[in-house]
């Protein structure tokens, strides 16, 4: 089989290649968008708006504040935050302070918490007030030196600001007592309003996030990604969805979560290189609010599962006609197969595409999508993006690549693929080897370059038994797929 039979499927105007990439961070990425627009919205959160201009600021604040508390660079700063205005103001800070951004989902139990942040050996963390609790009742069996809380209301509206103070706060769980020596996250920003950007050199080749994946054993470890890394997925998505999204103008909705792969070096970092502006779903599974947000914002991309898609379609507010789809041009869609009735009547009611897309943590994002323009053939998880090579290993020996339509462990080859497990370099070793990243998924990859998966990735705490019963695998990653 031709080395990369999928290159001559690609649609008119996607590069074969983006080499060289250019030797830039996020940081620098953003930088560029506020100085051609500084006026411009970064983000929209629930009625209000943050600009280019002041979100520099407060990134530069927020860095010089964390520095205040002791964090040091290539320290780890967890984040336990849903998708907000602090999640990815949180980011940007970490990654001028020089350190690493762990975000980490809020929702994890005490214990699940503990692990994380011995794990990654956090400094500090920054938790929305609901979460602050928990964080306190494990801080002193972890390395973490400083809690900073924030209360989503920070960036809410004035009228919807005091709503939440009435009716939610308490009940909700928002209103604390900040413990002794910790910090509010307004508090460093006023502390810090007029402090230069910490003098940190930040490389593209240092360390900007670990994300949490089940890996080849059972316990969640940190997959270690560089800056240049995100640099290079949100180029290669970019390049990819270039035939119809357009830089500036086209709205990028994060549904997905900002702790995960998806979400964080997905989404959000198309949304930096497209220099759009980042819708922000602080829950995807409150549908009114993803709904409403549609209608009001617009926005032309956004990632999800297909329950989400179906339950969008089938909402009152869509069903009755107040609510139109038809700003979505490109949706993608994971982490489950996606029927064909789904993708068809979700593609007629928005006049855009769906497309399934198939990835790992451990790949950061480096990903196969159906095309944009071209076939989408039914069951497949797309062709392999921009610099992004697939094979088809044999299963049992890791070795050789099998032909067109013959089943085996699918391998990626990139340039952006994770750099390590944070510490475990016998799991890095098991997982990276020879520069191909071994999924532990099978499929096959079809004569015009299409990938089809033969078995998907079982969800957390699914087991499998082969036919006489001997356990083969439990899954505990974070992975996306569908097809199949």
């Not at 030797?23 to 968008?33: A, F, G, L, R, W």
């Not at 005490?110 to 306190?136: R, S």
């Not at 370099?425 to 520069?435: F, N, S």
Request: charged share 20%.
């Amino acid at each position: 089989m031709e080395r990369c039979p999928w290159l001559k499927n690609y649609d008119k105007g996607v590069p074969r290649t983006l080499k060289p990439y250019p030797p830039k961070t996020m940081i620098d990425i953003v930088d560029e968008s506020a100085r051609a627009r500084p006026y411009r919205a970064v983000l929209f959160f629930q009625g209000s708006r943050l600009l280019y201009a002041d979100f520099i600021r407060q990134s530069d604040a927020l860095a010089a504040g964390l520095i205040s508390l002791g964090v040091q660079k290539g320290d780890r700063v967890a984040m336990l935050l849903p998708n907000c205005p602090q999640m990815i103001l949180g980011f940007h800070a970490i990654w001028k302070a020089g350190a690493i951004a762990v975000p980490v989902n809020p929702l994890y139990t005490e214990h699940e918490m503990e692990h994380a942040l011995n794990e990654v050996g956090a400094a500090a963390v920054i938790a929305l007030t609901p979460f602050y609790t928990a964080v306190k009742a494990v801080q002193a069996r972890t390395g973490v030196k400083a809690v900073i809380a924030t209360n989503v209301k920070e960036y809410l509206p004035a009228h919807m600001g005091l709503l939440f103070t009435l009716v939610k706060e308490k009940k909700e769980g928002h209103r604390i007592a900040l413990q002794g020596g910790d910090a509010w996250f307004q508090d460093l920003l006023r502390k810090f309003k007029n402090a230069a950007r910490p003098a940190i050199e930040v490389k593209p080749s240092d360390a900007a996030v670990i994300l949490f994946s089940g890996g080849t054993a059972g316990t969640p470890k940190g997959a270690v990604g560089t800056h240049q890394a995100l640099v290079m997925t949100a180029m290669q998505i970019k390049a990819w969805l270039s035939p119809v999204l357009e830089e500036w103008y086209d709205r990028v909705a994060l549904t997905m979560p900002l702790f995960h792969v998806s979400g964080c070096v997905g989404a959000l970092g198309l949304a930096m290189v497209n220099h759009s502006s980042c819708v922000l779903i602080p829950d995807p599974r409150d549908l009114t609010d993803v709904v409403k947000s549609i209608k009001k914002y617009k926005p032309a991309c956004m990632t999800g599962v297909p329950t989400f898609y179906i339950g969008i379609m089938n909402h009152p507010l869509v069903k009755s006609g107040k609510v139109a789809l038809e700003s979505l041009k490109l949706c993608i869609v994971g982490a489950a197969p996606l029927m064909a009735e789904t993708k068809k009547r979700f593609e007629s009611m928005t006049g855009g595409r769906l497309l399934e897309g198939y990835t790992m943590t451990e790949c950061m994002q480096a990903a196969t999508l159906n095309s944009v323009l071209g076939e989408n053939k039914e069951g497949s998880v797309g062709l392999p993006l921009p610099d992004v090579i697939i094979r088809v290993a044999d299963a049992e020996t890791g070795r050789g690549s099998k032909k067109a339509g013959q089943p085996g462990e699918i391998c990626f080859k990139a340039p952006n693929l994770m750099k390590e497990y944070w510490q475990q370099p016998q799991e890095t070793a098991d997982m990276l080897r020879d520069g191909w990243l071994y999924s532990g998924d099978t499929g096959y990859i079809d004569e015009d370059g299409n990938l089809f998966l033969h078995r998907r990735t079982l969800l957390d705490g699914e087991k499998t038994k082969s036919s006489d019963g001997k356990f083969l695998s439990i899954a505990t990653g974070n992975k996306i797929y569908s097809g199949g």
